[in-house]
């Protein structure tokens, strides 16, 4: 051990029962300057400010007391607690390993039981000595639902004696290096405290922090309580100890306060006995229905959290169907934009035409000047085939082109169809989380204000569902219409398209008839007039199929409209739920203080 630096230092040790108040008189002594450790035990439930004890001295005195098969929480009316030779030098190196301050010292209830060990180990230490009265103890101890107390109730009230005893034991032949407080004085005159702890030990420490200690944190008994009375009449030498206690103790002025004497009444035991009686049934029956919804609370919790996933589930679903429209999207952009391009082509080959008639014409008045000339006017009826032909090979292409738009329109078509599908599927899983919700709304009905609140909202819920449905079975209505449309333009390109073959089939009668020139300039001149109005026929089909297109294309946009309104709808429906279990846990919360 650190000789040197041990022998400099002050040392006060802070005794007391458990349950007694040292955790508030450490934390005092501490703002004020007694360093008392660096490795403190955290705070809990239990004790919300911190136990502000030394975890090495609390860990030594659980071992010394399981190595002679002593209750390591200190629950023992053992006299004396043998300490063996090996856990001496582990104390001198706790010793050595908290004396870094020039005032030092440290709180441990157990220590109590430890006195005269750590008296003689550190000859030159203090010991401030708490203590508090035995009915505030024995609530705080009952408090705590520690199971030996249940079984042994009135094993607080020995261990109170039990310790205390100790302590007047240690102050009597020790008061040289003792200063004995009672917790209620410490509370209520805590500068005053202080100044005596540094008359008494020759310390320097500063006031302490007004704001460190909190009223709601301790309990006293009121005048209309019956414990200390039950105390007296069933262990009267735990009150006489008591007395004894504030007989030895500092106060102000050297007055003690004995009011709590007040608190000693006459009243019969019987009386008491059976009001607890009527006490612990009623609490039994109250303790029961708050069981029963804490249950309840948790099942719902449960449904809620169930709805929550698959109101996640579908608005997944929702992003995926948005895709599948924007992709749908695209590709009518694409279908338009080939339909541009078609459209264009079809005005080159319709100029073609117009140049094709002019010359037919002009040829037609040559041959009506010079019909001898059958040569020159038959080269240029051969000129005029091969610009048949290329009108021919033109509209090949623009066949094809309107087969790889049909082909596109039919794919658009496909999408729409699982968009659809997408949307049923949508549709029944809300209408199961309807469902669920009217089946939480049943059950939160048995509960707090607060899960009504959460029944309008699911109630809201509902009316937006049906909206929403509503809303999306007019979207797959528009959808059929679409598609009903696409179907009368796939079957006026087919007729465009026969059509088109019986031009073709003309143009070739035409050519194996030159042998008479002028029948059959008329009719190519013909045949060409009525490919003319197949054309402009044609055009005006295709025009007719881009404006289908263009009221598709708006229908998609306030089908996604829709959409975007309905996953507001469904997000504005998951924070309600949230709030819902916020309120849950609130009420959850309530129930359990």
């Given at each position: 051990?650190?000789?040197?630096?041990?022998?400099?230092?002050?040392?006060?040790?802070?005794?007391?029962?458990?349950?007694?108040?040292?955790?508030?008189?450490?934390?005092?002594?501490?703002?004020?300057?007694?360093?008392?450790?660096?490795?403190?035990?955290?705070?809990?439930?239990?004790?919300?400010?911190?136990?502000?004890?030394?975890?090495?001295?609390?860990?030594?005195?659980?071992?010394?007391?399981?190595?002679?098969?002593?209750?390591?929480?200190?629950?023992?009316?053992?006299?004396?607690?043998?300490?063996?030779?090996?856990?001496?030098?582990?104390?001198?190196?706790?010793?050595?390993?908290?004396?870094?301050?020039?005032?030092?010292?440290?709180?441990?209830?157990?220590?109590?039981?430890?006195?005269?060990?750590?008296?003689?180990?550190?000859?030159?230490?203090?010991?401030?000595?708490?203590?508090?009265?035995?009915?505030?103890?024995?609530?705080?101890?009952?408090?705590?639902?520690?199971?030996?107390?249940?079984?042994?109730?009135?094993?607080?009230?020995?261990?109170?004696?039990?310790?205390?005893?100790?302590?007047?034991?240690?102050?009597?032949?020790?008061?040289?290096?003792?200063?004995?407080?009672?917790?209620?004085?410490?509370?209520?005159?805590?500068?005053?405290?202080?100044?005596?702890?540094?008359?008494?030990?020759?310390?320097?420490?500063?006031?302490?922090?007004?704001?460190?200690?909190?009223?709601?944190?301790?309990?006293?008994?009121?005048?209309?309580?019956?414990?200390?009375?039950?105390?007296?009449?069933?262990?009267?030498?735990?009150?006489?100890?008591?007395?004894?206690?504030?007989?030895?103790?500092?106060?102000?002025?050297?007055?003690?306060?004995?009011?709590?004497?007040?608190?000693?009444?006459?009243?019969?035991?019987?009386?008491?006995?059976?009001?607890?009686?009527?006490?612990?049934?009623?609490?039994?029956?109250?303790?029961?229905?708050?069981?029963?919804?804490?249950?309840?609370?948790?099942?719902?919790?449960?449904?809620?959290?169930?709805?929550?996933?698959?109101?996640?589930?579908?608005?997944?679903?929702?992003?995926?169907?948005?895709?599948?429209?924007?992709?749908?999207?695209?590709?009518?952009?694409?279908?338009?934009?080939?339909?541009?391009?078609?459209?264009?082509?079809?005005?080159?080959?319709?100029?073609?035409?117009?140049?094709?008639?002019?010359?037919?014409?002009?040829?037609?008045?040559?041959?009506?000047?010079?019909?001898?000339?059958?040569?020159?006017?038959?080269?240029?009826?051969?000129?005029?085939?091969?610009?048949?032909?290329?009108?021919?090979?033109?509209?090949?292409?623009?066949?094809?082109?309107?087969?790889?738009?049909?082909?596109?329109?039919?794919?658009?078509?496909?999408?729409?169809?699982?968009?659809?599908?997408?949307?049923?599927?949508?549709?029944?899983?809300?209408?199961?989380?309807?469902?669920?919700?009217?089946?939480?709304?049943?059950?939160?009905?048995?509960?707090?204000?607060?899960?009504?609140?959460?029944?309008?909202?699911?109630?809201?819920?509902?009316?937006?569902?049906?909206?929403?449905?509503?809303?999306?079975?007019?979207?797959?209505?528009?959808?059929?219409?679409?598609?009903?449309?696409?179907?009368?333009?796939?079957?006026?390109?087919?007729?465009?398209?026969?059509?088109?073959?019986?031009?073709?089939?003309?143009?070739k009668r035409s050519q194996s008839q030159h042998h008479k020139i002028q029948e059959e300039l008329e009719q190519s001149q013909s045949q060409q007039h009525q490919t003319e109005a197949l054309l402009e026929e044609y055009e005006s089909q295709l025009h007719h199929t881009q404006q289908e297109l263009e009221q598709l294309q708006s229908q998609y946009h306030q089908t996604e409209a829709l959409l975007e309104e309905y996953e507001s709808q469904l997000y504005q429906t998951q924070?309600?739920?949230?709030?819902?279990?916020?309120?849950?846990?609130?009420?959850?919360?309530?129930?359990?203080?």
């Amino acid at each position: 051990m650190n000789h040197h630096n041990t022998a400099k230092s002050d040392i006060l040790a802070i005794i007391s029962m458990h349950r007694s108040g040292s955790s508030l008189t450490a934390s005092l002594l501490q703002s004020g300057g007694l360093h008392i450790g660096r490795n403190l035990m955290e705070g809990d439930e239990k004790n919300i400010k911190g136990y502000y004890e030394n975890l090495d001295f609390y860990d030594f005195h659980r071992a010394v007391l399981a190595s002679q098969g002593v209750d390591e929480n200190g629950w023992t009316l053992q006299e004396q607690i043998e300490v063996e030779d090996r856990f001496r030098e582990e104390a001198k190196e706790i010793v050595d390993r908290a004396s870094v301050s020039g005032v030092w010292g440290w709180k441990e209830p157990r220590t109590t039981l430890f006195l005269e060990f750590w008296a003689d180990l550190l000859p030159q230490a203090n010991f401030l000595l708490m203590y508090r009265s035995p009915w505030e103890v024995v609530e705080s101890l009952y408090r705590q639902n520690h199971g030996l107390f249940k079984t042994q109730p009135e094993l607080a009230v020995k261990l109170w004696m039990h310790y205390n005893k100790k302590i007047i034991t240690f102050y009597n032949h020790s008061s040289s290096r003792c200063l004995l407080v009672n917790t209620k004085t410490l509370i209520q005159n805590p500068a005053a405290s202080i100044e005596a702890i540094n008359q008494k030990f020759k310390l320097h420490l500063a006031p302490p922090d007004a704001k460190i200690y909190d009223p709601s944190l301790f309990r006293s008994q009121g005048l209309d309580s019956y414990r200390p009375s039950l105390i007296e009449s069933q262990f009267p030498e735990a009150v006489n100890l008591y007395q004894e206690l504030d007989a030895r103790a500092w106060f102000p002025e050297n007055t003690p306060d004995l009011s709590w004497r007040e608190l000693i009444k006459p009243s019969p035991y019987r009386v008491w006995a059976f009001r607890d009686w009527v006490n612990v049934c009623k609490l039994e029956k109250e303790n029961k229905k708050l069981c029963s919804q804490l249950e309840q609370l948790e099942q719902s919790q449960s449904q809620l959290q169930q709805t929550e996933g698959l109101l996640e589930q579908s608005q997944s679903q929702l992003q995926q169907t948005e895709g599948l429209l924007e992709q749908s999207q695209s590709q009518l952009h694409q279908t338009q934009a080939l339909l541009s391009n078609f459209q264009s082509q079809l005005q080159q080959t319709e100029g073609l035409l117009e140049q094709s008639q002019s010359q037919l014409q002009q040829t037609e008045g040559l041959l009506e000047q010079s019909q001898p000339q059958l040569h020159p006017t038959e080269d240029l009826l051969e000129q005029s085939q091969s610009q048949l032909q290329q009108t021919e090979g033109l509209l090949e292409q623009f066949q094809a082109l309107f087969y790889q738009t049909q082909a596109e329109l039919e794919a658009s078509q496909s999408h729409l169809q699982q968009t659809e599908v997408l949307l049923e599927q949508f549709q029944a899983q809300f209408y199961q989380a309807q469902v669920e919700l009217e089946a939480s709304k049943s059950q939160l009905q048995h509960s707090h204000r607060e899960i009504e609140q959460t029944k309008c909202q699911v109630d809201e819920t509902e009316t937006l569902l049906k909206q929403s449905q509503s809303q999306l079975q007019q979207t797959e209505s528009s959808l059929g219409i679409c598609m009903s449309q696409l179907l009368e333009t796939r079957a006026e390109l087919e007729i465009s398209q026969g059509q088109h073959h019986e031009t073709q089939r003309k143009l070739k009668r035409s050519q194996s008839q030159h042998h008479k020139i002028q029948e059959e300039l008329e009719q190519s001149q013909s045949q060409q007039h009525q490919t003319e109005a197949l054309l402009e026929e044609y055009e005006s089909q295709l025009h007719h199929t881009q404006q289908e297109l263009e009221q598709l294309q708006s229908q998609y946009h306030q089908t996604e409209a829709l959409l975007e309104e309905y996953e507001s709808q469904l997000y504005q429906t998951q924070q309600e739920l949230e709030q819902s279990q916020s309120q849950q846990q609130k009420y959850e919360s309530q129930l359990n203080q």
